[in-house]
Every structure is written in structure tokens, then in C-alpha cells.
T-cell receptor, first 115, second 112 residues
Framework: AQSVTQPDIHITVSEGASLELRCNYS??????LFWYVQSPGQGLQLLLK??????LVQGIKGFEAEFKRSQSSFNLRKPSVHWSDAAEYFC?????????????FGTGTQLKVEL | NAGVTQTPKFQVLKTGQSMTLQCAQD?????MSWYRQDPGMGLRLIHY???????DQGEVPNGYNVSRSTTEDFPLRLLSAAPSQTSVYFC???????????FGPGTRLTVT
């Protein structure tokens, strides 16, 4: 069965510092890959996605992610964090053969931003 | 477009009570799904539907029923609520040919 690992439960960064959130997946083939963000008490917002092609994908709010097939990773990055980025971030994958419908989520990384 | 809507936003139930969480989308999406979110566990798929009249189980289906009589609506039924069903429930829909799911705002359910 496919699985997603987000090894960092909590991360604290200073405003203006760079950010990298890790995501590794376990699956026999390259799945569809997603990053979602959830602000407190809110639903999930899609930050970016990877289906094929260029392995560096750009998303909203200045985020980017790089797919590395050899490492089965899809890490999320941002060069300069803003206080409003404090939220919980979820990596998710979907099986290509199933039309990319059923998402498997990681357990999430809670980001705290220090002013 | 309202996107994906869910009602109610909050609900408190007593053990053994039943209720239905409502989900609707106005994007004519064929695929809809229900997830539950629990602390430290991310989101887990409960049930999903690939179109009107077609539903299937996800990862954690026990204690929940679904039906899909129209493209727009996908209600989730708890027949006999248990404290283990205390969670935040999200409905999502996905358009045919895309791989991007749109999530509703969630329903926070507490079972005492």
C-alpha cells in the first residue's frame, strides 16, 4: 500500500528565513503528488501539484516543490517565510491508475513562524 | 460558484445518535469523497463516489454510510455515533480529467 511520510511534526522558523518541509512516499510507481496547507479552523488549500514534466513546480504564495524520483521525495520550499505562513502543511499522493482520485495524506507538519 | 459546501459546521452528538453530514458541489464534478481528520493522523478516506449511483469504501469506512443519488450531493451518514467518530470531516470533489481535489470547509463533530 502506498504511504506518505512527513518526518517533521513541528517546525519553527524565523520570519524571513528559508523553509523546507520534507515529504517521502512509498509506492511502486510515481504517483501524483500534492502539497496542501491548512490554516487553523479552515479547510485545505492546494499549494501545488506534480503530475509529470519539470520536476521543480511552482505554487501559490511563493512556494515551490521539487520531485526527486531517486529519493521518492517531494519537498516543499519557500525562500523567505512570512508570519502568515504559519499553518499545517500536508503532503499527499494519489495512485495514477485510479485516476488520481484517492488521496493518501501524510500526518502533517505544523509550521510556527517566530517574529 | 460556491464550490464545495458542507453543513453543519459544528455538531455535538450523544453516543448512539444518528445524523447526516451534508456535502454539495456546484461544479458538476463526478468524483466526490469524504475524509476524516484526526490529530497526528492526517486525513483518511472514508468513502468515495465516482458518479451518481456509484459508491465505494475507502480506508476507514466502518460506522459510516453514503449514497449518491445526484451529481451534486454526497451525504455521509452516521447510523449510531461513537466517541471514536469525534473528528473533523471534509468532503471533496474532483473534476473528470483533472487530478485536483477541492475541499469543503469541514464539519467538526464531537460525540460524547
Amino acid at each position: 500500500a502506498q504511504s506518505v511520510t512527513q518526518p517533521d511534526i513541528h517546525i519553527t522558523v524565523s520570519e524571513g528565513a528559508s523553509l523546507e518541509l520534507r515529504c517521502n512516499y512509498s509506492y511502486g510507481a510515481t504517483p501524483y503528488l500534492f502539497w496542501y496547507v491548512q490554516s487553523p479552523g479552515q479547510g485545505l488549500q492546494l499549494l501545488l501539484k506534480y503530475f509529470s514534466g519539470d520536476t521543480l513546480v511552482q505554487g501559490i504564495k511563493g512556494f515551490e516543490a521539487e520531485f526527486k524520483r531517486s529519493q521518492s521525495s517531494f519537498n516543499l520550499r519557500k525562500p523567505s517565510v512570512h508570519w502568515s505562513d504559519a499553518a499545517e502543511y500536508f503532503c499527499a499522493v494519489a495512485f495514477r491508475g485510479g485516476g488520481g482520485n484517492k488521496l493518501t495524506f501524510g500526518t502533517g507538519t505544523q509550521l510556527k513562524v517566530e517574529l | 460558484n460556491a464550490g464545495v459546501t458542507q453543513t453543519p459546521k459544528f455538531q455535538v452528538l450523544k453516543t448512539g445518535q444518528s445524523m447526516t453530514l451534508q456535502c454539495a458541489q456546484d461544479m458538476n464534478h463526478e468524483y466526490m469523497s469524504w475524509y476524516r481528520q484526526d490529530p497526528g493522523m492526517g486525513l483518511r478516506l472514508i468513502h468515495y463516489s465516482v458518479g451518481a449511483g456509484i459508491t465505494d469504501q475507502g480506508e476507514v469506512p466502518n460506522g459510516y454510510n453514503v449514497s449518491r443519488s445526484t451529481t451534486e450531493d454526497f451525504p455521509l451518514r452516521l447510523l449510531s455515533a461513537a466517541p471514536s467518530q469525534t473528528s473533523v470531516y471534509f468532503c471533496a470533489s474532483l473534476g473528470t480529467g483533472t487530478h485536483e481535489q477541492y475541499f469543503g470547509p469541514g464539519t467538526r463533530l464531537t460525540v460524547t
